[in-house]
């Protein structure tokens, strides 16, 4: 798993059906990092810092099995500073 | 997911069957570096799309038979400040 800090969100009308309308947020490692895109299994809003899995973990905690992410957020970090990572 | 930009359409025609006809992209990361997708929405070139990777490549396909490792999920709406980024490296 992997401490990552959400972004913003990002719009994609145009997706494939296996997606739905499962919200999808820009996350990075760390402000300023590489960004990713993840699937939103908690609500999250912008700032706040999540723990993300990957693999078939991710794909499991989007709702399904067979749901197509790499990536996605299973849970809100209450407290963590940014600056020590 | 990665954030990726649709460069162009890819040709091949001599393929494993299991790849079957799935439409193909050349796609570019923010960095310049080059990989190639499999494409069931129709992206067309210039477009900002998210891809998934790994096993999830293959359920994101209409039939999860297919051979690939990179599937386009959707296209982005709205992707601006990353596209300048891309333009000033192509110029240099």
Redesign the interface.
């Known amino acids: 798993m992997k401490i990552m800090r959400v972004e913003k969100t ?7 059906d ?2 739905g309308h499962r919200p ?1 947020l ?1 996350v990075q490692d760390k402000p300023g990092g ?6 939103d299994a908690v609500g999250c809003v912008p700032g706040d810092w999540v723990l993300c899995v990957g ?2 973990a ?2 499991d905690a989007a709702g399904a099995k ?6 996605t957020i299973v849970g809100i970090i209450d407290r963590w500073d940014g600056e020590k990572s | 997911m990665e954030i990726l930009r649709v460069v162009d359409e890819l040709v091949c025609t001599r393929r494993v069957p299991g790849m079957q006809l799935s439409a193909l992209r050349v796609l570019e990361n923010a960095q310049g570096a080059l990989s190639v997708a499999t494409d069931p929405v129709g992206a067309p070139p210039g477009k900002w799309v998210f891809v998934t990777a790994g096993s999830a490549a293959r359920l994101a396909m209409k039939d999860a038979t297919t051979i690939t490792d990179l599937t386009i999920c959707g296209i982005i709406d709205r992707w601006e400040e990353e596209a300048g980024k891309i333009g000033a490296m192509q110029n240099s």
């Not at chain 1, 990002?10 to 494939?16: C, F, P």
């Not at chain 1, 067979?66 to 990536?71: E, I, T």
């Open positions: 990002l719009v994609s009308t145009n997706r494939i296996a997606f999808l820009v590489p960004r990713s895109v993840a699937v693999s078939s991710a794909r067979d749901f197509p992410s790499d990536l």
